[in-house]
């Protein structure tokens, strides 16, 4: 089975523009949520969605957004990015809101 | 759900022992996770235990959790080269809603 899958892998974008980071969960997931991790830091918690519903949202600027798409697929948005946006941006997703997640390989946001 | 601390930040051994890391937190809670990061790659869940349980394996793993102390503990057993990675615990409340990270621990084993 596959898993969690992030695309891009990579991306460079310069200040100030807007970037979106997709996410396909495991066949069969309903809860995706999503972390930013610097480097050198542990993830921190960004948004969760269960059944395409907002079910929690971190400690994050409103210019990050994000949403889950009916097939349970979830796209996360920033805009007016800034320097210290730069980061590895974590996808995980879950059967349901209390099973252990299941990361992806993330996507690894350069700001330039 | 609350950020756990983890200790050491880094832990470097041979091949072949015993790899002991911690992990402390502020707050009651009803599980705690222990997670794996590889170099540059998504976590993978290693191991939950529930607020009721004081010990628990998986494999070379074994997971305490001492309530009273607030800390558990990961003890990873006849460590290989492909133990190397960072180590983060994530105390939790009833769900995987807000799993908060630490900084976790660095672990290297040198072959």
């Known amino acids: 089975d596959a898993g969690v899958t992030q695309s891009p892998t990579h991306l460079i974008k310069t200040r100030g523009q807007h970037v979106t980071l997709r996410c396909s969960p495991i066949?069969?997931?309903?809860?995706v949520s999503w972390y930013q991790q610097v480097l050198g830091q542990g993830p921190q918690f960004i948004f969760q969605?269960?059944?395409?519903?907002?079910?929690g949202r971190g400690n994050f600027p409103d210019r990050f957004s994000a949403r889950q798409f009916p097939n349970y697929s979830s796209e996360l948005n920033v805009n007016a990015l800034l320097l210290g946006d730069s980061a590895l941006y974590l996808c995980?997703?879950?059967?349901?809101?209390?099973?252990?997640?299941?990361f992806g390989n993330g996507t690894r946001l350069t700001v330039t | 759900s609350q950020q756990g601390e983890e200790d050491p930040q880094a832990l470097s051994i041979q091949e072949g022992e015993n790899a002991t890391m911690n992990c402390s937190y502020k707050?009651?809670?009803?599980?705690l996770q222990w997670y794996r990061q590889n170099s540059g790659r998504g976590l993978v869940h290693l191991i939950l235990?529930?607020?009721?349980?004081r010990e628990k394996h998986s494999g070379r793993l074994r997971v305490t959790l001492d309530t009273s102390k607030k800390s558990s503990s990961l003890l990873i057993t006849a460590s290989r080269a492909a133990d190397t990675a960072s180590y983060f615990c994530?105390?939790?409340?009833?769900?995987?809603?807000?799993?908060?990270f630490g900084t976790g621990t660095r672990l290297t084993i040198i072959p």
């Open positions: 994530a105390p939790g409340g009833f769900g995987n809603e807000k799993l908060t």
């Open positions: 066949s069969g997931h309903k809860s």
């Open positions: 995980a997703s879950s059967g349901d809101w209390i099973s252990p997640l299941h």
């Open positions: 969605y269960y059944e395409k519903e907002e079910r």
């Open positions: 235990i529930r607020s009721n349980e």
């Open positions: 707050t009651s809670i009803n599980n």
